[in-house]
């Protein structure tokens, strides 16, 4: 493998690992605020929850810094995700 590969694998892996982390702080912020039984019978409350997820103070004062830290975790994964498409086509040009 070369090292432009490998550097590209470790930052997609990296972008994977915080959306799974991501994930599972979404799933224990819903379960915290009790909204799981609204979100999964109705895909329109589903869809709500996402958007107020990424609101600013969405779902209250009080859940304000979970929200936060919720939305912040996306944000990094999407952030890691975009390094290394452009790592990807950025790298094989680098001479060496």
């Known amino acids: 493998m070369s090292g432009p590969y490998l550097i590209f694998m470790t930052v997609m892996t990296l972008a994977l690992l ?3 982390a991501a994930y599972i702080r979404t799933l224990l912020f819903i ?3 009790k909204l799981l039984a609204d979100a999964s019978f109705n895909p329109l409350e589903g869809v709500r929850l996402w958007k107020r997820i990424f609101t ?3 779902y209250g004062e009080t859940a304000e810094v ?3 830290g919720v939305a912040r975790l ?3 994964a999407l952030a ?5 498409v452009v790592l990807f086509f950025v790298l094989p040009a680098v001479p060496g």
């Open 74 to 76: 996306y944000w990094l």
């Open 80 to 84: 890691a995700f975009v390094i290394a």
């Open 31 to 33: 379960r915290r605020q």
């Open 18 to 20: 915080l959306m799974v």
């Open 66 to 68: 979970s929200r936060r």
């Open 56 to 58: 600013p103070n969405g």
